[in-house]
C-alpha cells in the first residue's frame, strides 16, 4: 500500500511521473517528500517540474533551496548559472 509519509517513496514516485511528463502529480509528490525529508535532490526535481510546468518563480526558489542546503551540491555551478541569467 502507498505510504503517504514515506519521503523516499513519495521522491520515487514523483521521479516516475517525471519520467511520464505529469508534472503536476510529480510536484505535488515532490513537495510532500521534502516536507518530510528537506533534500537537495528533491528541490531539485521540484524545480525542474515547476520549470516545466510554467512557474519560473518557484523553480527559481527550489534550485536556490538546493544551494541553500548543500552549496557543494555536484550540480551547484549549473545551478548559480541559471539563477544569474534567469530574470
Known sequence: ???PNDADLLYNLALSYI???QYPEAIEALERSADLKPEPKTYLNLGVSYQKSGQP????SC??????????YPQAESIQRLLQRSP
Open 63 to 72: 534550485f536556490a533551496k538546493v544551494l541553500e542546503l548543500a552549496p557543494d
Open 19 to 21: 519520467h511520464l511528463n
Open 1 to 3: 500500500a502507498l505510504q
Open 57 to 60: 518563480e518557484k523553480a527559481r
